[in-house]
């Protein structure tokens, strides 16, 4: 079945193939948000920069996603303070607020009709969780200098959801939710207009270096340039065997309702915003922009993405809006992401610094690698020190390695999977 997203789409930019050999400054590999932001910075920069994208542009995560734009990182400041220290704790801060407000600053700047909305709350599915997300707020408010973010009770969160299956929880005022391809796919338009080269259906199979340059392949062409960027994060698969232990790739799966009538929206979300509750396998839903609920939840494993998507998706959200059994799916899919073990995004330079890599955003890419291509540009224009920054945060191998470390996450992620339903 195809993506909402792309039925909905408003941005029409098709490339070639790479057919011949080009040189360039830099060749990304990889045409998602990370990827597709590094090209638009180097390029706004005066780099001759090449994306090879292995399908088309943003058919990867950043074509697929919740389009919820969180500040912050993946695991809350309360841990990163215990496992990191203050310091690095509160640099982390920053820089998941600053990756927020650069999505904005970029759909600004580029006129990105993405359908931008303010508003993210995290519902607990236990009452049990509500006096930590109080103390958690109270912990940003206080400490963070954070006033966006409020407690909600349980009969305002109930409000908010519409649905009784929920107690308190965060909200936040400043994270924001937007369309994901129509976001992509304005920031590709700018790096084009900006004079970046993008070739779709072009994967790569391979690079090395030669006569000091980095040699890229494709199956019909090559390109030779001074340095390569990684931007492939849950598609890398073996192109980069360095990698391939720190990061696991996740398959999770969306669905769109038929557009809901006036009352039903009134009543599952009064306030048009996006929701993440609190459940180790995430339940994440909003309402697009023609009132279809996008509900997104289930992940596995496989190589490959399901092929019986709706009954994975609809069953979590039966249990939230019971009221919604039977209603017509008009759209199901689903993509790859990749987490890290401390769902940190994970940066790094290899074979001498010819390869810069950035990926596993662990669920928050949306913010976090977009603004990961301004941090892998400055680092080549040699200006800011967020890449070296996040480099130098250790990124633990998943336990088994490359070749085990999905069958023991399975067994970890089963065992959270099973507390989420006691
Ligand atoms: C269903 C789902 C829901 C999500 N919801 C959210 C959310 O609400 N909020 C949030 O912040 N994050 C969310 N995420 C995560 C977010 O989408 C990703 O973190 C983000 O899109 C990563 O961007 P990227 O550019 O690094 O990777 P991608 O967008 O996956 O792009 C990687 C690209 O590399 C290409 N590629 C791979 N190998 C090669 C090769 N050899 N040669 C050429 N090209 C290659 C792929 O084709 C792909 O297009 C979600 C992810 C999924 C799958």
């Not at 391809?181 to 920031?187: K, P």
């Not at 590709?188 to 080269?197: D, I, R, T, V």
Request: net charge neutral; charged share 20%; glycine share 10%.
């Amino acid at each position: 079945m195809q993506s909402y997203y792309s039925a909905s789409k408003n941005i029409d930019i098709a490339q070639a193939s790479l057919r011949n050999e080009v040189s360039a400054d830099i060749c990304v590999i990889g045409g998602g948000y990370t990827g597709l932001s590094t090209a638009l910075y180097l390029a706004k920069n005066g780099i001759n920069v090449v994306v090879l994208e292995a399908n088309t542009i943003a058919s990867g995560a950043s074509g697929a996603n919740g389009g919820q734009i969180s500040g912050g990182m993946r695991r809350d400041q309360i841990h990163l303070e215990k496992t990191l220290g203050k310091a690095v704790a509160k640099t982390l801060w920053v820089i998941g607020e600053r990756a927020k407000d650069h999505a904005k600053t970029l759909i600004d700047d580029h006129q990105i009709e993405c359908d931008y909305k303010n508003g993210i709350a995290h519902p607990n599915h236990k009452q049990k969780y509500c006096d930590e997300s109080k103390a958690y707020v109270e912990h940003l408010n206080k400490h963070y200098d954070c006033s966006d973010i409020v407690y909600a009770g349980d009969d305002q969160m109930r409000t908010l959801t519409g649905s009784e299956a929920y107690f308190g929880g965060s909200y936040d005022r400043a994270q924001a939710h937007c369309h994901p391809l129509n976001y992509a796919l304005g920031i590709a338009k700018a790096a084009l207009n900006n004079g970046a080269n993008i070739y779709e259906n072009s994967a790569v199979n391979s690079y090395h270096l030669k006569n000091g340059k980095m040699r890229v392949l494709t199956a019909n062409g090559a390109v030779n340039a001074e340095r390569v960027v990684l931007a492939c994060n849950g598609y890398l698969e073996n192109l980069e065997p360095k990698l391939t232990s720190k990061i696991l790739p996740m398959n999770n799966y969306i669905v769109a309702t038929k557009p809901l009538a006036d009352d039903m929206v009134e009543k599952i979300n009064p306030e048009d915003i996006a929701f993440a509750d609190s459940r180790f396998v995430v339940n994440y839903f909003r309402l697009s922009a023609d009132k279809r609920l996008l509900f997104g939840g289930g992940e596995n494993y496989s190589q490959n993405l399901s092929n019986n998507i709706v009954p994975i998706v609809t069953k979590p959200m039966e249990k939230i809006y019971p009221f919604l059994k039977g209603i017509q799916i008009d759209y199901a899919w689903g993509g790859k992401l990749a987490i890290t073990l401390n769902r940190l995004p994970f940066f790094k330079t290899l074979h001498s610094g010819k390869v810069l890599s950035a990926q596993g955003y662990s669920g928050q890419g949306v913010a976090l690698a977009s603004f990961a291509g301004k941090i892998i540009a400055d680092k080549i224009c040699d200006v800011g020190d967020m890449f070296d920054t996040m480099a130098n945060i250790p990124t633990p191998s998943f336990p088994g390695g490359r070749l085990l470390r999905s069958s023991s996450m399975k067994i970890g992620m089963a065992y959270y999977a099973l507390l989420d339903r006691i």
